[in-house]
């Protein structure tokens, strides 16, 4: 029902910048919050940013005030500002939608395929 894609994953060296776009393509509508999550070696998947229908943004205390979770001007995609990046910030990076239809029924999570970061010194 919902496609995600992400791009704009790469290597940057420390204190670089770089910027994750995910592009949202079939039931859209039925989104209704939508992050960025990743996910390093020998870790667990891990929360970065979610961005609400009405544009509130919330981040994990390790990226907060240097990354920057946005909608495209298109208002197709979803992009993940990434700046003062850190060796720390290697990860594959996970576009995510959640989908809320009522209290009896599942929360549906669409990802995408992954984008890797890789952060060198």
């Known amino acids: 029902q919902v496609k995600l894609v992400e791009s704009g994953g790469g290597l940057v060296q420390a204190g670089g910048s770089l910027r994750l776009s995910c592009a949202a393509s079939?039931?859209?509508?039925?989104?209704?919050?939508m992050g960025w999550y990743r996910q390093a070696p020998g870790k667990q998947r891990e929360w970065v940013a979610s961005l609400t229908r009405v544009g509130d943004t919330n981040y994990a205390v390790s990226v907060a005030g240097r990354f920057t979770i946005s909608r495209g001007s298109a208002g197709d995609t979803v992009d993940l500002q990434m700046n003062r990046l850190k060796r720390e910030d290697t990860a594959v990076y996970f576009c995510?939608?959640?989908?809320?239809?009522?209290?009896?029924?599942?929360?549906?999570?669409?990802w995408g395929q992954g984008t890797q970061v890789t952060i060198s010194s």
């Open positions: 079939g039931s859209i509508s039925s989104i209704n919050l």
């Open positions: 995510n939608g959640k989908a809320y239809n009522g209290p009896d029924v599942p929360l549906r999570d669409y």
